[in-house]
C-alpha cells in the first residue's frame, strides 16, 4: 500500500502536511491527479482537523452527467475556500483534500512521506489560480480551481446501480446503512421519473413525472416579502408544506 493512501473514515484526527511535503506531491501546475492544491489552502499546514466526510463521490457542475468518483481524497471539518487568490470568490466551496496532502495524527512509524523534488512552488500555485485572461474583457480574468478541474481530477462516472458506491459510503463513515438505503431507493424513484416523462402518457405519470423531495409550488406570480434582515440575524427556514 502507498504511504499516501490513508483510508481514513470520518471522525479521524489528521494534520496536514508541511508546505514543503505537499510541493513535492505537486506537478508544476499544482496538482495532484489533476486536483489543484488552492493558494487558499496554504494557511491550513501543520494545522490538525477532524475528516468530516469522505470524498469518494463528487458532483458534476460543468457537465451535469452526474456523480463523478475521485480517488483518495476528504473534506475536513469546516475547511472551505475564502476565494482569495480567486478575485475574492465567494462560493465557498469545501476544499478537497487529497490523503497525500495529509498525516494521522499519531501515525505508526512507517507511514511517513519524505519531501519529493518538484517544479512547483508557491509563487506557482498563485501563477495556476489564473487560467487565463478574458480576451473579450482584458480587465477580467478567468480564473482555475478545484470547482472548475473536477471532471479532470476524478477517474469516472458513477452508474446509480453500482452497488460499491452504497458500501463504501457506509464503512467509511459518511452515512449509516438506513441512510444509504433511503438514498438508493430515492435515486432508483427519480431515475424512474425521468424516463416516465419521456417514455409515458401523461395520464399515467405520478405527480406529473415530478423528482423528488416533490417540491411543487401552486403560486402563479412570485410573492415579495422583507423581513428587514441584517447580518447575523437568526432564521428559521420555513417548511416544505
Not at 471539518?77 to 495529509?102: F, N, P, T, V
Not at 459518511?174 to 416523462?197: C, D, E, H
Request: charged share 30%.
Amino acid at each position: 500500500m502507498k504511504p499516501s493512501v490513508l483510508n481514513l473514515r470520518v471522525g479521524d484526527l489528521v494534520e496536514v502536511r508541511s508546505v514543503e511535503e505537499i510541493l513535492g506531491t505537486l506537478d508544476g501546475d499544482g496538482r495532484l491527479d489533476a486536483l489543484p492544491f488552492m493558494p487558499e489552502m496554504l494557511k491550513f499546514c501543520g494545522g490538525r482537523f477532524r475528516v468530516s466526510k469522505r470524498a469518494d463521490k463528487a458532483c458534476d457542475r460543468i457537465e451535469f452527467k452526474g456523480l463523478r468518483r475521485m480517488n483518495d481524497a476528504v473534506h475536513l471539518e469546516s475547511l472551505r475556500c475564502d476565494g482569495q487568490a480567486h478575485g475574492g470568490c465567494q462560493a465557498r466551496c469545501l476544499i478537497y483534500w487529497k490523503e497525500a496532502w495529509l498525516r494521522r495524527v499519531k501515525a505508526p512509524p512507517g507511514t511517513d512521506v519524505r519531501p519529493g523534488s518538484s517544479s512547483c512552488t508557491q509563487a506557482r500555485l498563485m501563477e495556476a489560480a489564473v487560467r487565463s485572461p478574458d480576451k473579450s474583457n482584458p480587465d477580467e480574468r478567468v480564473y482555475s480551481c478545484q470547482a472548475t478541474e473536477l471532471n479532470r481530477a476524478t477517474v469516472s462516472l458513477i452508474r446509480i446501480e453500482d452497488p460499491r458506491q452504497y458500501w463504501d459510503d457506509v464503512r467509511s463513515g459518511n452515512v449509516t446503512l438506513p441512510m444509504a438505503i433511503r438514498g438508493l431507493l430515492i435515486g432508483m424513484y427519480n431515475r424512474f421519473q425521468t424516463l416516465s416523462k419521456r417514455y409515458l402518457p401523461s395520464w399515467l405519470l405520478i405527480r406529473r413525472g415530478r423528482r423528488y423531495p416533490l417540491v411543487e409550488g401552486r403560486l402563479t406570480r412570485t410573492p415579495s416579502s422583507r423581513l428587514g434582515l441584517q447580518a447575523g440575524a437568526l432564521v428559521q427556514i420555513r417548511s416544505k408544506e
